[in-house]
Nanobody, 112 residues
Framework: QLVESGGGLVQPGGSLRLSCAAA????????MAWYRQAPGQERELVAG???????NYLDSVKGRFTISRDNSNQRLYLQMDSVNLEDTAVYYC????????WGQGTQVTVAS
């Protein structure tokens, strides 16, 4: 089970930190990621992090977003800095190790 938190309303140029709490075992072995889906658009990978802590990012968020994981507490984070209007979307936590798991999503709205 994956449960996201931390979404909300933020002004352009502001920051937000998303969290994902994972239940179950072997969290450290999972590939973890954040996806997002804006209205009328397909879901896209924002940032992922491997079990060996290697991150990958969508080009448009490189240098602004940072993904990290806390294996001891089974949590995934997404630090979002310098947000812009195009970052408005529902953000989903994702886990994969043979099977895929999704959280319910958390809304991020960037508006002045």
């Amino acid at each position: 089970q994956l449960v996201e938190s931390g979404g909300g309303l933020v002004q352009p140029g502001g920051s937000l930190r998303l969290s994902c709490a994972a239940a179950g075992s072997y969290f450290m072995a999972y590939y973890m990621a954040w996806y997002r889906q804006a209205p009328g658009q397909e879901r896209e990978l924002v940032a992922g992090i491997s079990s060996s802590n290697i991150p990958n990012y969508l080009d448009s968020v490189k240098g602004r977003f940072t993904i990290s994981r806390d294996n001891s507490n089974q949590r995934l984070y997404l630090q979002m800095d310098s947000v812009n209007l195009e970052d408005t979307a529902v953000y989903y936590c994702f886990a994969f190790m043979g099977e895929s798991y999704w959280g319910q999503g958390t809304q991020v709205t960037v508006a002045s």
